[in-house]
């Protein structure tokens, strides 16, 4: 059974960091890509980055990048996601999901990805 497992969310200060982890099970990353989606009160599903085949093809959305990072540890089977410098406005339940098709060069669709994980709340205090 495919799964992807988000956890790492929590209450943080803004100027704070948080790492996010979506480990996977019933697949491997090796032919996928994993992008972390957000979703804040009220707005839409957003697109945050994508990684595919490692550290070789990376997407960060312009409100985080330079901020966040996105990793993958195939031992672990596992995507990470690196806050840093965290403001008000990133507080949003945060959805990994994975990708047959997308090569991670551009904003993530949700319409693209089959299987989500359960979502893990950020909330970043001012």
């Known amino acids: 059974e495919v799964q992807l497992q988000a956890s790492g969310g929590g209450l943080v200060q803004a100027g704070g960091s948080l790492r996010l982890s979506c480990t996977a099970s019933?697949?491997?990353?090796?032919?996928?890509?994993i992008a972390w989606f957000r979703q804040a009160p009220g707005k839409e599903r957003e697109g945050v980055s994508c990684?595919?085949?490692?550290?070789?093809?990376?997407y960060y959305g312009p409100s985080v990048k330079g901020r966040f990072t996105a990793s993958s540890d195939k031992a672990k089977n596992t995507v990470y996601l690196q806050m840093t410098s965290l403001k008000p406005e990133d507080t949003a339940v945060y959805y990994c999901?994975?990708?047959?098709?997308?090569?991670?060069?551009?904003?993530?669709?949700?319409?693209?990805?089959?299987?989500w994980g359960q979502g893990t709340l950020v909330t970043v205090s001012s």
């Open positions: 019933g697949f491997t990353f090796d032919h996928y890509a």
């Open positions: 999901a994975r990708s047959v098709k997308v090569l991670c060069s551009s904003r993530p669709r949700a319409v693209d990805y089959d299987y």
């Open positions: 990684i595919r085949d490692g550290a070789a093809n990376i």
